[in-house]
T-cell receptor
Framework: GDSVTQMEGPVTLSEEAFLTINCTYT??????LFWYVQYPGEGLQLLLK?????DKGSNKGFEATYRKETTSFHLEKGSVQVSDSAVYFC????????????FGQGTTLQVKP | DAGVIQSPRHEVTEMGQEVTLRCKPI?????LFWYRQTMMRGLELLIY????????DSGMPEDRFSAKMPNASFSTLKIQPSEPRDSAVYFC??????????????FGQGTRLTVV
């Protein structure tokens, strides 16, 4: 069935380091892809999204490109800040008319000063 | 709009008691989702509704769990009887379908349930 797989965490980086969090998916058809972020004690917030192949989503310095050939949607940021410390979730919206949204297991990012 | 509103924010109950979690989606949204988050299992989709009708409840762990959406502005997730392994954070989310595509889902702050 359709699924989302993220790299395991936690990921620990120093401030201003480059970030990559890998996300791959398995799906029939052409899903929409999302990255959500969860700060401690809060709900999930949309970070960025892409609705078709080769789209690039970007927000707050984060980017991810929808790669159909590799079924991937890796999250990147050129220079992380302490305030980026959070849990990041990759998510897939089924391409059928179901509206079903499923998430990867989440990757914890800790940025140290 | 105030966003997705969940209540209560925290709930502590004794094993065997009934627990009811509540959710008010964003006005106008036609999809509503219930998720459960634990350290071990991550974020699991329990059930979701479209226009108040349950579409997929395959994620509901067992018969002790039930969910309803009596109208477009309110949904409940009930656990009866509750067990310690139900302890988790439960999230409600809503989204809107426009032009044959769903918008992103908007999440509530969650209800942290502890069953002792």
């Amino acid at each position: 069935g359709d699924s989302v797989t993220q790299m395991e965490g936690p990921v620990t980086l120093s401030e201003e380091a480059f970030l990559t969090i890998n996300c791959t998916y398995t799906a029939t058809g052409y899903p929409s892809l999302f990255w959500y972020v969860q700060y401690p004690g809060e709900g999930l917030q949309l970070l960025l999204k892409a609705t078709k192949a080769d789209d690039k989503g970007s927000n707050k310095g984060f980017e991810a490109t929808y790669r159909k050939e590799t079924t991937s949607f890796h999250l990147e940021k050129g220079s992380v800040q302490v305030s980026d410390s959070a849990v990041y979730f990759c998510a897939l919206l089924f391409s059928s008319n179901t509206g079903k949204l499923i998430f990867g297991q989440g990757t914890t990012l800790q940025v140290k000063p | 709009d105030a966003g997705v509103i969940q209540s209560p924010r925290h709930e502590v109950t004794e094993m065997g008691q009934e627990v009811t979690l509540r959710c008010k989606p964003i006005s106008g949204h036609d999809y509503l989702f219930w998720y459960r988050q634990t350290m071990m299992r991550g974020l699991e989709l329990l059930i979701y509704f479209n226009n108040n009708v349950p579409i997929d409840d395959s994620g509901m762990p067992e018969d002790r769990f039930s969910a309803k959406m009596p109208n477009a502005s309110f949904s409940t997730l009930k656990i009866q009887p509750s067990e310690p392994r139900d302890s988790a954070v439960y999230f409600c989310a809503s989204s809107l379908r426009q032009a044959r595509m769903n918008t992103e889902a908007f999440f509530g702050q969650g209800t942290r349930l502890t069953v002792v």
